[in-house]
C-alpha cells in the first residue's frame, strides 16, 4: 500500500516538471493552431539562460527563472517571427513541420555557443522530507507549485485581462476578432512569448534533477506532447492534469511493467484516454 | 569518388522511396506521419528477422510491406476518431515505442547489439564493387515502379478523391464517399512503402540497430517532400536525391571555414538542414516540382 | 573550444617549430600527397559530450608529429567527420572518409551501433578501425584483423567492478544502467564476483531520457543495497546521483569513469558526487603516458574515451612508420609490432617512437589506457584499472591496480 502511495506521490512530482512545458506547448496551440515542436528548443534556451546567470552572477532561482522566461520568451518571439509567421498562411502542419526545423537550428545554435559538455546549477541540493514512510521532494514540490501557480497565472490572464480576453477570441476567430478591434499579429506575438517563456521556465526546473546540455529539451518532449494531447490540446488546465496523469502512470506502471519502457507508458496513455475520448480531457470541439 | 557516388545515389534511392511514402498520405490526403521513421524499422527489422529465419530475400521483402501495410492499419483504425493534429502526435509516439521495443526485446531484435550479418544478396558472387552497383540498379529500379504506379494512382479518379479530402474532407463525406476507408487505405499502402525501403536498406547495409531509427531521418524526408513538392510523386523522388547531396555536400563545407572546431561545424551542418527546411516551406511551397492538378474528365 | 586560443601546447608547439624549423629544409613534406586519417566521432545526438575532445585530441596528437616532421616525409592530415551517434548517418559519414578522402584509418566511433555498421566497410575497403566501442559482438565480427578497441571487453570490467565492490566489503550490490549493448553482461560479470565474495546482486534497467528516477530510485531502496554500480552515461547518471542523494542513499557508489567524469563532477553541487568511485582501463603506475595526454591535451582529468582516441592515433602513426608504407593493411599488419613487441624499447608516445623507428629499432607502446596489448580478434588483452574517489569535489587518484 504504501509502495502503491509513494509511487502516486512520485507520479504527481514527476508530473508537476513536465506541467510548466505543457502550459506552454498548449497556450501556443489555443491561439495559434499549430503544434510548436520548438518548444524543446525554448526549454533548453531556458535552462541555459538561467545557468548562465546562476553560474556567472550568482542568481537565486526565482531570478533565474524571470530571466530564462525573458530570454526564452524573447527567443522564441525572434523565431516566430522570421521564421514560422510567414508560413501560417499555409496551413498548421506546414507551420508544425517548420517548427521541427526551427528547433533543429535553435539546439545546435546552442550547441554552436556552449558545445555538448554537461552543466548544472550551482543551487543546493535538497534531500527529501520524510514522514510515515513516504518521501517527498522539496524542490519537486516547489516545482509543483510553481507549475499550479503558473497554471492559475496563465487561466486567470486568458480569463480576465483585456489582452487575455483578445487571445482567446483570436483563438475562437481571428476575423471576428480583427473586427472588434483586437489586433491578431500582437495576439500573436504574446502568445508566443509566453508560450515559449513558460518552455523555458519548465527548462530550468528539469535542469535542476537532469543536466543541462543541448538535448534537454528534446529528451522531454514526446512527455509534453503526450501530457498536453492527454489534458486536451489548448486547453490550460488540460495540460496540468494531463502532466500529472502521465506522471503517475509512468511511476505506477513501474510497478508492473519493466522500468525501461517508461517512454512507452505515455503513448499508451494517450491511446487509452483518446480511444475514450477523442479531445483529450479538457479539449474544446472540433472546429 | 565513383563509389561514394554510387552508395549516394542508392541512399538517395531508400530515401525516395521513404519521401514517395510520406508524399501518398501528406500531398495526397492531408495526413501527417511523424513517426515515419517507425514504419522504416519495421520493415528492416521484419526483413532482417524473416531472411535470419532462412526465408529467402524476396519473402523478407514481401514481409516487410505486410508488416507495414498493418501497422498502418492499426494506425489509422486506432486513431481513425481523432483530429489530424492528434494523429501527428500519435505516430511521433508511435516511432519512439517502436524503437524502444527493439531496443529491450533482447529475445527478438537481439536488443541495442542490433542484427548484423543480414544477407546481402549476390554479395558474395558479385563481388563488393559489383553488389553496390547491383543494389543500385535495384532500389532505383523499386522507386521507378512505385513512383509510376504512385503516378498513375495520382491521375485516377481514386487519387483526385483523396486530394479532394485532403482539401475537405467533410465535403467529400457529404458526397457519400468514405473518408474512413480513404484514409485507411492510403495510410496502409504509404506504411508498406516505408516498409518496403526499411527492408532494402536493411539488406544493404547487412546491419539494424535501434539506433539506426532516430526521428531524424523523418526530418529529413519531410525536408525531401517539402522540397521536392508535395502532392507530386515525382517531387518527392527529386527532393529525396536533392536532399542526400545536399547532406553529403555539407561536408565539403569546413574546407571554406577552417576556423571552426568539428563540433562546431557539426553543428552548423545541422543548422543548415533546419535552415533550407524552412526556406523551402517559405519561398517554395510547391516545391522544385509543383503539384499538377490533372483536370477531370468531361463525361 | 576554437582550435585558434593560444595556449600552452600551442606556444610550445609554435616555438619548437621556430626553433627547430630553422634546421629543417622547407620542403622537408614536399614528398607526395598528406596522409589521411578519419576521426568519426559523435559531435551532435546522444554521444556529443564524448565526441568533440575525441577529435580534438587526435588532432593535437597529429599537430606534434607533424612538427616534428610526419611520417615517412610525408605530412598527416585528420579529416572529421560527425556521426551523429547514428548508425545511418554514421554509414554515410564513414563511405565520404573512405571513398572521398582515401583515409587510411578511422579512428574514434564510440557508440557500438555505429562500430558495427562501419566496420564492414573498413574491412571491405581495407582500412583500418579503432574503436572505443563496448560491446562484446564488435570484435567477433569477421573484421579479418582490420578492427582494433581499446575498450576493455565486459567480461574484464564487470569482473572488476564486483572485485572492487567486494574488496570494499560490499554484500548487497545493485546495478543501475540504460539498455546497452554490455548491461547484460556487465551484471552477469558482477554477479559472479560478488557471489564469489558470498554477497547478493540485483538489477534495473532504466529509460535513459527522462529526467526523474523516483521510483527506479525506490525499488533500489527496497534492495537495501551497500553498494551501488552505475552502468550509464554522463547525462543519465547526473540524473540517478541527483535521485540517489535526494532519496538519502548513503552507501557506496561506483561508475564508469566515462560516466562519473570530470564534467559531470563539476556541474554538479559537491555533496551528490562524494565518495563516488571510478573505474578506467589504465596502464600501470609506471607508465608516462597519461600524463603526457593531460599536458597535451590541457584537460585535468581526460575522459577514458579520450585517452583511448590518444592511445589509438599514437599506434596508427607508429604502425605505419613501422611498416614504411601508410596503407589500412599496413597498419593492421604492423600495429601488434608497435604495440606489444616482446623485445621493443618501451615508448609512451608516437614522436619518440617513430625516432627510434627510424633508427630500426623495435618499439612496444605502453599507452595512456593501458599496455595496449591487442589479441588476434583485437580485444586488448590485459590492462590495469584505475580507481579515482571523487574527494571534496575532484577525482583523486585512489589506486591503479
Not at chain 1, 537565486?60 to 530570454?71: E, S, T, Y
Not at chain 3, 609554435?14 to 624549423?21: D, P, R, V, Y
Request: glycine fraction near 10%; charge should be neutral.
Amino acid at each position: 500500500m504504501s509502495i502503491l502511495l509513494q509511487a502516486l506521490l512520485n507520479g504527481v512530482m514527476n508530473g508537476a516538471l513536465i506541467a510548466v512545458p505543457a502550459i506552454g506547448f498548449t497556450a501556443i496551440f489555443a491561439v495559434l493552431r499549430y503544434p510548436n515542436f520548438a518548444i524543446a528548443a525554448y526549454a533548453t534556451i531556458g535552462a541555459f539562460a538561467a545557468w548562465w546567470v546562476n553560474v556567472h552572477f550568482g542568481a537565486g532561482i526565482l531570478p533565474a527563472l524571470l530571466v530564462a522566461f525573458a530570454i526564452a520568451g524573447c527567443i522564441g518571439v525572434g523565431a516566430e517571427e522570421t521564421a514560422l509567421k510567414q508560413l501560417r498562411g499555409a496551413g498548421a502542419l506546414t507551420v508544425a513541420i517548420g517548427s521541427i526545423a526551427l528547433n533543429t537550428v535553435l539546439e545546435n545554435v546552442v550547441r554552436l555557443f556552449f558545445g555538448n559538455d554537461l552543466r548544472g546549477y550551482d543551487l543546493p541540493l535538497v534531500p527529501d522530507w520524510r514522514f510515515m514512510g513516504l518521501r517527498v521532494g522539496p524542490q519537486q514540490l516547489q516545482s509543483l507549485a510553481f507549475a499550479v501557480v503558473i497554471m492559475a497565472a496563465v487561466f486567470a490572464f486568458l480569463r480576465y485581462t483585456r489582452f487575455g480576453k483578445a487571445m482567446r477570441a483570436v483563438a475562437d476567430n481571428s476575423d471576428l476578432a480583427r473586427l472588434k478591434g483586437i489586433e491578431p499579429a500582437h495576439v500573436a506575438v504574446m502568445t508566443i512569448f509566453l508560450g515559449a517563456g513558460l518552455a523555458g521556465v519548465g527548462g530550468v526546473l528539469i535542469g535542476l534533477d537532469a543536466s543541462i546540455d543541448p538535448l534537454l529539451g528534446f529528451r522531454v518532449l514526446l512527455t509534453v506532447f503526450a501530457a498536453a494531447v492527454l489534458g486536451g490540446l489548448g486547453s490550460i488546465p488540460g495540460a496540468v492534469v494531463g502532466a500529472l496523469a502521465i506522471g503517475i502512470a509512468e511511476e505506477c506502471a513501474l510497478l508492473v511493467a519493466p522500468a525501461s519502457y517508461r517512454s512507452a507508458v505515455g503513448f499508451a496513455a494517450i491511446l487509452l484516454v483518446l480511444t475514450v475520448r477523442p479531445r483529450g480531457f479538457f479539449g474544446e470541439r472540433a472546429n | 569518388m565513383l563509389a561514394y557516388l554510387i552508395f549516394a545515389l542508392t541512399i538517395g534511392g531508400v530515401y525516395a522511396l521513404l519521401a514517395l511514402s510520406l508524399n501518398l498520405i501528406w500531398g495526397g490526403i492531408g495526413l501527417v506521419n511523424l513517426g515515419l521513421v517507425g514504419f522504416f524499422a519495421l520493415g528492416a527489422y521484419a526483413s532482417a528477422l524473416l531472411t535470419g529465419a532462412g526465408l529467402p530475400v524476396l519473402f523478407g521483402w514481401g514481409g516487410a510491406i505486410v508488416v507495414g501495410a498493418v501497422a498502418g492499419l492499426v494506425v489509422t483504425l486506432a486513431t481513425a476518431r481523432l483530429r489530424d493534429d492528434y494523429l501527428a502526435i500519435v505516430t511521433l509516439g508511435l516511432a519512439e515505442v517502436i524503437r524502444l521495443v527493439a531496443l529491450n526485446e533482447r529475445w527478438l531484435t537481439n536488443g541495442s547489439d542490433g542484427i548484423s550479418g543480414i544477407q546481402a544478396p549476390l554479395k558474395s558472387a558479385l563481388g563488393n564493387q559489383g553488389f553496390n552497383l547491383f543494389y543500385l540498379a535495384m532500389v532505383s529500379a523499386v522507386v521507378l515502379v512505385v513512383w509510376l504506379v504512385l503516378r498513375r494512382l495520382d491521375r485516377s479518379p481514386y487519387g483526385r478523391a483523396m486530394k479532394a479530402i485532403r482539401e475537405d474532407q467533410e465535403l467529400v463525406g457529404f458526397a457519400g464517399k468514405n473518408v474512413l476507408g480513404f484514409k485507411v487505405q492510403a495510410f496502409a499502402v504509404s506504411a508498406a512503402i516505408a516498409g518496403l525501403a526499411g527492408a532494402l536498406y536493411a539488406h544493404f547495409q547487412s546491419y539494424v540497430s535501434p539506433d539506426h531509427f532516430q526521428p531524424l531521418i523523418t526530418i529529413y524526408i519531410f525536408l525531401a517532400v517539402a522540397a521536392g513538392g508535395v502532392g507530386r510523386p515525382a517531387g518527392g523522388v527529386l527532393g529525396a536525391y536533392v536532399v542526400v547531396f545536399f547532406l553529403e555536400l555539407t561536408r565539403f563545407l569546413p574546407d571554406l571555414v577552417p576556423s571552426l572546431a568539428p563540433a562546431q561545424f557539426a553543428a552548423c551542418r545541422e543548422i543548415l538542414v533546419g535552415v533550407a527546411l524552412i526556406l523551402v516551406l517559405r519561398f517554395r511551397p510547391q516545391g522544385l516540382l509543383p503539384e499538377q492538378i490533372v483536370p477531370a474528365p468531361k463525361s | 573550444m576554437s582550435r585558434y586560443t593560444i595556449n600552452r601546447r600551442h606556444f610550445l608547439g609554435a616555438s619548437s617549430l621556430l626553433l627547430g624549423g630553422a634546421a629543417l629544409p622547407s620542403f622537408a613534406w614536399g614528398e607526395g600527397e598528406p596522409i589521411k586519417i578519419g576521426t568519426l566521432t559523435p559531435l551532435t545526438g546522444s554521444g556529443g559530450p564524448y565526441g568533440p575532445v575525441m577529435a580534438d585530441t587526435v588532432k593535437a596528437v597529429v599537430d606534434e608529429i607533424n612538427a616534428a616532421g610526419g611520417i615517412l616525409g610525408r605530412k598527416i592530415e585528420v579529416v572529421s567527420e560527425d556521426d551523429q551517434t547514428n548508425p545511418e548517418a554514421g554509414v554515410r559519414a564513414a563511405r565520404k572518409l573512405i571513398d572521398v578522402d582515401a583515409v587510411s584509418a578511422i579512428v574514434g566511433t564510440w557508440a557500438s551501433s555505429v562500430t558495427t555498421a562501419v566496420a564492414p566497410l573498413c574491412w571491405e575497403s581495407k582500412t583500418f578501425l579503432a574503436t572505443v566501442s563496448g560491446a562484446d559482438s564488435i570484435t567477433e565480427l569477421p573484421h579479418q584483423g582490420y578492427l582494433a578497441r581499446t575498450q576493455p571487453n565486459t567480461t574484464l570490467q564487470g569482473r572488476k567492478f564486483g572485485e572492487f565492490a567486494v574488496a570494499e566489503s560490499a554484500k548487497r550490490v545493485f546495478f543501475v544502467s540504460p539498455q546497452t549493448p554490455f548491461a547484460d553482461s556487465q551484471f552477469q560479470n558482477i554477479t559472479k564476483a560478488i557471489e564469489a565474495g558470498g554477497g547478493e546482486t540485483a538489477s534495473l534497467i532504466y529509460d535513459d531520457k527522462k529526467p526523474s528516477y523516483r521510483s527506479e530510485v525506490d525499488e533500489l531502496l527496497r534492495f537495501n543495497p551497500d553498494a551501488v554500480i552505475f552502468g550509464g552515461y554522463a547525462p543519465d547518471t547526473t540524473v540517478m546521483l541527483k535521485e540517489l542523494y535526494r532519496a538519502g542513499y548513503q552507501g557506496k557508489k561506483i561508475a564508469f569513469a566515462y560516466a562519473v567524469n570530470e564534467k559531470l563532477v563539476d556541474s554538479v553541487s559537491a555533496e551528490i558526487v562524494e565518495g563516488c568511485y571510478t573505474i578506467a582501463p589504465s596502464s600501470d603506475e609506471s607508465s608516462t603516458a597519461y600524463q603526457r595526454l593531460v599536458e597535451l591535451i590541457g584537460v585535468d582529468k581526460p575522459d577514458p574515451y579520450t585517452v583511448q582516441v590518444y592511445d589509438q592515433i599514437n599506434l596508427i602513426l607508429m604502425a605505419m612508420a613501422a611498416a614504411g608504407e601508410t596503407t589500412g593493411t599496413a597498419i593492421k599488419d604492423n600495429i601488434r609490432k608497435v604495440s606489444q613487441a616482446a623485445d621493443g624499447a618501451k615508448v609512451d608516445n608516437a614522436r619518440d617512437g617513430l625516432k627510434l623507428i627510424a633508427e630500426g629499432k623495435a618499439v612496444n607502446y605502453d599507452g595512456a589506457s593501458g599496455p595496449c596489448d591487442f589479441t588476434d580478434k583485437g580485444d586488448i588483452s590485459d590492462s590495469s584499472f584505475r580507481y579515482e574517489q571523487v574527494r571534496g569535489g575532484r577525482l583523486t587518484l585512489v589506486k591503479i591496480a
